[in-house]
């Protein structure tokens, strides 16, 4: 087998249902299987019981326990010599998985790859190639701040992929991750008490941890849907509205950035990135009440309060 696919469904059996054409689409001759851990609990929108396809195999959940431990059922089940771990919100550009699959071939201590992301109208995702640092999150603090009191932000903060060629990284995008079979056996599941965020950070972690390397791939290409994928392949609105929300925050994803941080960070850096998370979200906070603010500003505070919570959990 050279490639396992992995993908998590939880409400949203339209978005997989494409990916699985997708992937048929692109992988060529190569011998391939599917895994699909299926979460989903509004069972319209759950993998049909009577879907049939060559190269899938669904594993069912009693109930959701987050994309992470769907992704740690899928992991021990995966016998390709590639395994890609993707959302179901991407489509491959031609030439994609053979970019990656052929840059791990040329760079034998290479254990994770990931490719050059697109919005569906051309805009490219920003791509993080570091983990959090303080120093970067406090230019970061200074900019929103500038940029809520000035509309300006003066200072470069994180450090994003120049797509110029292929990169180096500490951590590569979840959206689409490559790994190589070895690197992934020696790595094991993801951390338990992640739920859903940072699993790609913890992931990539560990590989570097144990002597491999991570990297993005310019030569592979792959579009993003995220925000743009139609509604109506998820299960409701509400399952698809939080890649559309003005308040890109939740206590949820910053719980996780924690156990992320309690596990690979020292106290004092845990404490300092607390500390800047804090501040920021404060900060959002307070623009709650700028006049003329539009949204729900009662929502909006509610969400903001409990990431600052979350921070110190």
Known sequence: MVYSFLLVNYNMWGLVERCVREIGAKVGDAPHEILIADNSVDGRFRVPDGFDHPAVTVTRAPDSRGWVDALNRLLPRATGQYVVVMHPDVTLADGCLDALRAFLERHPKAGVVGPDLVYPDGRPNAIRLQFPRVGVEARRLANIACHIGLKRRPLRDELLWDRAGAATTETVMSVLMMFRRAALAQIGPVHPGLWTYHANDWLCGRARAL?????????????????????????????????RDPVPVSDRMCRDRATFLRACYPWHARAALATLATAENLLHLAAQFKPGRRGNRREAVRRYAATIRAAWA
């Open 211 to 243: 002597g491999w390397t991570c990297h993005c791939v310019a030569g592979a290409r792959a579009t993003h849907w995220e925000r743009h994928s139609p509604p109506e392949l998820y299960s409701d609105a509400a399952s698809s509205a939080y890649k």
